[in-house]
């Protein structure tokens, strides 16, 4: 009987008390100092990080979340926070934590990249695709999954994901791992290609790179020429300004005798 009563008045509680508390929380996530103190905290990890305090980071993160349990942000860059000090297994749960509050795929990626480094290779390949489904236009995306799809042996999955990666943004640094890993293969012919590629990307790039500097050379002397032609077409307004006030400072200076007789 005592527990029937202890039960009834818990649920009495839950229904009086909770959502007057919870009321008053959103109400106070709404406030203008718990706004101000959020985002000072907020200030406080991400100087703390560039400089290197991640004691100090780690503590601001922490009262974020103790105040907001649901900030993905605040949870991805504690794992980021946790990944540089080789805390990995704190980083994962982090990431996988802001992944299952905001699907981003910025937190997958994070994790796949933890597992990377743990060599949890099948993991890691698994978070990439995963990625690169909900957001497949990123090259990092790609050579990401390149190196875990590389290390598990699937070398041919591997030059298919570096592909794809060069279709996106094709970079010759791109190509070199792709020769490399037909080197290590050795794939000799398959590699001459490559060799070729990179060779046209090359020239590609620096063909592009003068462009550039002509372009720049080009807004650089029309710009100089602008100022020249906007001088010479206030110099003679300004000669003409003076010459008027001189005119003007003399005849007010012949005036007076004007009307002078002769003697």
């Known amino acids: 009987m005592i527990a029937i009563f202890v039960i009834l008045v818990f649920v009495a ?5 909770f959502p007057v508390e919870a009321k008053v929380k959103k109400e106070e996530e709404k406030s203008p100092k718990y706004k101000a103190q959020m985002k000072r905290l907020w200030q406080i990890s991400q100087t703390s990080m560039k400089e290197r305090k991640p004691f100090r980071a780690e503590k601001a993160l922490l009262t974020i979340l ?4 649901k900030n993905a942000a605040a949870y991805n860059r504690l794992g ?3 990944a540089k000090g080789q805390k990995y297994d704190e980083a994962v749960e982090c990431f996988e934590i802001a992944q299952s509050l905001d699907n981003n795929p910025a937190s997958i990626h994070n994790a ?3 597992y990377l480094e743990t060599g949890a290779y099948e993991k890691a390949a698994m978070a990439f695709r995963q ?9 990092a995306r790609y050579i990401a999954l390149a190196k875990a799809e590389e290390k598990l042996g699937r070398t041919k999955k591997a030059i298919e994901a570096l592909e794809n990666a060069y279709e996106l943004d094709p970079k010759v640094s791109t190509l070199r791992q792709i020769l490399a890993i037909h080197e290590d293969a050795g794939d000799a012919e398959s590699a001459a290609a490559v060799a070729a590629r990179i060779e046209e990307q090359i020239t590609r790039d620096n063909l592009a790179k003068e462009k550039r500097k002509a372009k720049q050379r080009t807004g650089l002397t029309r710009k100089v020429g602008s100022r020249v032609a906007s001088s010479v077409k206030v110099a003679p307004r300004a000669i003409r300004k003076k010459t008027e006030t001189k005119s003007s400072s003399a005849a007010k200076i012949i005036k007076p005798h004007a009307g002078r007789k002769r003697i």
Request: charged residues 25%; hydrophobic residues 50%; aromatic residues 16%.
């Open 131 to 139: 990625a690169i489904e909900q957001e497949g236009d990123v090259p």
């Open 112 to 114: 796949g990249l933890i």
């Open 13 to 17: 509680y839950l229904i009086l008390f």
């Open 66 to 69: 103790k105040f907001d349990e």
């Open 80 to 82: 980021i926070l946790y």
